[in-house]
Structures are given as structure tokens and as C-alpha cells.
């Protein structure tokens, strides 16, 4: 901030501080409310939120200011914005010089915690609410602000532990973890579950001897909640937070997943493992954190010892593969910094986090934070994959993706030994999109090279088996060889064009016709056998489909059997008239 404008604003704060205590007071709980309110509040509820008093005792219903007097005792740091019928700063430097020079976020956030906390056990408020559910929004606007924000003012603060009055409220509406009261239970039932994700849950937190109150709290990170009882019984509650829930999480991992590092870090130490995972528990605390992403909380494990190795003998569950997933580089370099191999293989379609990576087209980030760690841009990946991370990236057309990988090295041609496709350019051909195809044409793909593995011997039988207009206009329109025999099923582009004919259950057979015109135009031999289709050309291939019972029956297919027939028969090669064809198509 311009030291000129931070000038003029003290002598602005002088004035707020030299009023009387209580004025004072009421222009601090309005910037307090505008700097850290979590959903707008209309003007009139506004002057109601401002009348309330963090450290009253009790709730008022009737506001004691009007606007004149806020905006005078503000010295015109805030105003009203009528078109949307709010408070706000009256410039955006406000909100900079308040925080950084007059104000504490936290402790705005923790006042306010409290004025909801008073709405919640307010038995007027309380008893409106449940007695005609519904019809009480209108009459406690801002009881209906408390239960929907309350514990997000509060959530793991450090404060907390040192705010005596917000550890009354708290074991007020709370009540201890076997026994909570019904506030809290209607709370948890109706609006809880935004925040802990388990309203399924939660129909009932009584009787289970209080694992599922635990986890709660922890969810909404009320570390200080948790002090309390530790020190009420200490061996029990350490039985306690070691238990996991029927979802398979441990209050460690429900703390760690929400972000709460100060809750996590009371949990380690009451003396809870974050490496040790008890019967029933899917994942570490560690990989939950990595999975939504909060460095802070990811850096506190691993500063007390987390381990980066997989907690099981399947690398799915190192914590590197929800840090991919998380789209946060940073966790992924720290996790990676303390030990996490960058070249990690996993099961499934991917079969590394760098391809995992690869295929997220907003995952940049990611995949050069892998990259600078020494992650190999060539390495073969395993049978069920795509076979390396630029043939994922270019399957799933993320050519972004594809292009940073080439930059690091990443050979375009390269054979892959698994998977279906045999090379980065087929599998974009398969799934991908043409701009893929035509930038890896761009970088030097070679169309015509064979494809000694895979399952379709070259991309453009590749796109054509997969009905990829798209991808079968930029291969013949890169220059694909349209008679290139393949040693499979499908023989040659037109002969897999031919056979799809026959695809029980085509939902688009027109679009054989398209790809079997477009061959023929180009060059393609009709008359030309295969020797991998037992010396049959496209022809005699299309008779031979045409036997078949069931599509004899079925006018749809017999139509385009007699459309692709014509066509083998009556289109001459024509080359221009191709080229102008796929490009008008």
C-alpha cells in the first residue's frame, strides 16, 4: 500500500478511535462483518449483525443503529452499494490497510463464530425453528446465516484455544461426544453435511460411543473441542481417535482431508500415528490431505514423519497419485521432495502419475513439476495402459498436454510395447481430437508407420475403427497411405471401414459410407486382397457380411450394405475431388 494512502487512512482510524467506546465498538464489528462475512447480507440485516455483541451473552432481535449513524461512525470506510443492496469497503485498500494494520482476520472470523454460536442456543430462535421448520427464515435471518456458516468461522483457528467465552458456546451447542445435544444433532442432520460430507451418516451421533461425534469434530476442525476432552479422558478419547467410520477414515485422515492443520497436528500429539493404519481404513492421513490438496496440511504430516512410500503393496496408494489427482503442483513437489518416486507406475488405464497428469488438459503445472523432479518422459507403462504418457495425453486430446511432453524429450514415433494402440499418434487417432493429431504431425509424426503392437497396425485404421471422422480427415489429409496393408482383422483402412458395416448395434451407420467414400476418392483399392483377411478384398469382404441372417432381417444395415456397395463398385480414384471433399466435410 502507497505510504501516502496508508497516511491518510490512520488519520481516518484516529478518528474511529477516539469515539466513544461503545460507537467504537459497533463501527469494528461492521468492518469486522463486511471483511469476513461469507455470503452477502442485505442492508437492513446488516445493521442487525452489526448491533450483535461477540461478547454479549446473549442474541438481540432488534437492531440499536440506522444507516446514518454507521455510515458516520465508519467515517465513510464503508458505504452502501444500493443496486446490490449491500455493504461493502468503500474501495478495495479499505479492506488491505483494516487487516493488515487494524484488524485480525482470525479474530473477525472468531467474533463472529460466537454471534452464530448465541443464535444456535438461543431458545427463542431455536424453538421457531424446529416448531414450523421452514417458515423461520424471514423472521432470524441471521440464525439462518449462523447455521449455515457458523463452524466455517471457527474451523481450525489457532485462537480457539485461547478463547474462553467460544469454549462455552461451543460445549453448549456441542455438548461431550457421548452424549451431544439436540441442537447439534438437527444441525448436523440438516446442515452439516456440507461441510463433513457424510449426511448419510448422520442421522443419528448418538450410541456409538461416540466414534462418529469424534469424527464430526474433527470434520469441522474444532481443535479446541477435542483439547477439552482429551484432558477429561484421556485414555478413553485416545481409544477414541483411533477408531475409523464407516466410511474407512480415521479422524486423522477427516481432519487432514478438510485442510485442518492445527487440528492434525493435536491429534499427533495425543500421541495418534499419521503412518499407522488400523483395520478398515482405506487410505493414510497424508493421502487424504494430498487428495484435496492443502500444502500446509501435507507439509505438518510430513514434518512429523509421514511416510511417502505406499502404506500397501499396491502403488495406487502412495500419496503422489491423489497429489496428481489434487491439481495442486505444490503438494506434489513437496511430497515429492521428501522421497516419492516421479517415475511411480500404477495400475489401470493411465499407468503412471505422469500420465495421470498428462490427461488432465489443466494439469500443466502438474506434469512440469514431475518433469523437473526427473520423471521419464519415454518410460513404457504397463499392459492395461495407454502405453506411454504421450499416447495418454494425445487419446484423450490434450494436445497442450502432448506438446509439453514433446518439449521434454518425449520421442513421437516411439513403438510402445503395451496397449491397445502402438503408438502416440494411433491413440490419438482412437479417442483424440485433430489437433492432436495434426500438431504430432507437426512435430514429425510418421502416418504410414507400422504398428508392430497394438491392435490396429497403423493410425488411420486406428481412427477409421473407431468412426474418428475428425482424426480420418487429418491422416488423409497429412498424406496416410490409404492401401497400407495391416498384418490384423482388419486388413487395410477400407477393408475395417467395409467390416464395420457389420458392427451389430452400429449407431451410426452412415458414417462408413462417409469414411469408404473418401478412401475410394484417395486412391484406395477395392479390388486389392488382404492376406490377414484370408486373401479377401473389400468387395468380397462386404458379400460376405452380407450373409449373415440377422442383418438381411435389418433394412437399416441392408441400406447402407447397398450405399458402400455402390460405392466400391462406381467411385473412381479422384485425388483434388477427395481433398476438396474432406475439407467441405
Known sequence: MPKNLKLAY????????????????????????????????????????????????????????????????????????????????????????????????????????????????????????????????????????????????????????????????????????????????????????????????????????????????????????????????????????TRVDALGESPLGVAAYHGHTNTCALLVELGVDPNRLVEGQRESALNMAARAGHLETVAMLLDVGAQVSPPTANPIDSPLVPAVLSG???????????????????????????????????????????????????????????????????????????ASLISHGATIDLPLQWGKFGSALAAAAAYGVADTVHHLVSRGANVNMPLENGCYGSALVTAVVHRNLGCVKALLQAGADVNQQVNNRYGSALIAAVKLCGTLGDPWPEANSM?????????????????????????????????????????RYEDTFKEVNHLLLTVKPDREEGLELLASS
Open 10 to 241: 490512520d488519520e481516518i482510524y484516529a478518528k474511529i478511535k477516539g469515539l466513544h467506546a461503545h460507537e467504537r465498538q459497533l463501527a469494528e464489528r461492521a468492518f469486522k462483518w463486511v471483511l469476513v462475512a461469507l455470503e452477502p447480507i442485505n442492508r437492513k440485516d446488516f445493521l442487525l449483525a452489526v448491533s450483535q455483541d461477540p461478547n454479549g451473552g446473549e442474541v438481540r432481535y432488534h437492531s440499536e443503529v440506522d444507516e446514518d449513524l454507521l455510515l458516520g461512525l465508519c467515517c465513510n470506510l464503508l458505504v452502501i452499494d444500493s443496486q446490490l443492496d449491500v455493504w461493502r469497503f468503500s474501495h478495495l485498500s479499505v479492506a488491505e490497510y483494516l487487516e493488515e494494520h487494524q484488524l485480525s482476520a482470525n479474530q473477525a472470523h472468531l467474533d463472529i463464530g460466537r454471534i452464530c454460536l448465541y443464535w444456535l442456543v438461543d431458545k427463542a430462535y431455536l424453538s421457531a425453528k424446529y416448531a414450523v421448520f421452514g417458515s423461520y427464515s424471514e423472521s432470524f435471518p441471521l440464525g439462518c446465516y449462523a447455521h449455515r456458516h457458523v463452524f466455517e468461522h471457527i474451523a481450525d483457528r489457532k485462537e480457539q484455544a485461547d478463547d474462553r467465552c467460544l469454549a462455552v458456546l461451543l460445549d453448549r451447542f456441542l455438548g461431550t461426544y457421548e452424549h451431544p445435544t439436540q441442537a447439534f444433532s438437527h444441525w448436523i442432520q440438516q446442515s452439516g453435511y456440507r461441510i463433513t460430507r457424510r449426511r448419510h451418516m448422520y442421522q443419528s451421533i448418538e450410541g456409538d460411543g461416540g466414534i462418529i461425534m469424534v469424527h464430526v469434530i474433527c470434520a469441522l476442525g474444532l481443535h479446541s473441542v477435542l483439547h477439552r476432552w482429551a484432558e477429561r479422558d484421556l485414555t478413553r478419547f485416545k481409544n477414541l481417535v
Open 328 to 402: 495442486n503442483p505444490l503438494v506434489i513437489e513437496r511430497i515429492v521432495a521428501n522421497g516419492a518416486d516421479p517415475n511411480l507406475q500404477i495400475p489401470g488405464p493411465y499407468g503412471s502419475v505422469l500420465a495421470e497428469a498428462a490427461t488432465n488438459k489443466s494439469a500443466s503445472m502438474q506434469m512440469q513439476t514431475l518433469l523437473k523432479a526427473g520423471a521419464d518422459v519415454n518410460m513404457q507403462l504397463g499392459r492395461d495402459s495407454y502405453g506411454s504418457a504421450l499416447a495418454a495425453a494425445a487419446s484423450l486430446g490434450s494436445t497442450d498436454s502432448a
Open 515 to 555: 469414411i469408404v467414400r473418401w478412401l475410394l476418392l484417395l486412391g484406395a483399392d477395392a479390388q486389392c486382397s488382404s492376406p490377414s483377411v484370408g486373401d479377401r478384398n473389400a468387395l468380397q469382404v462386404l458379400e460376405r457380411l452380407r450373409e449373415q441372417q440377422w442383418l438381411r432381417s435389418t433394412p
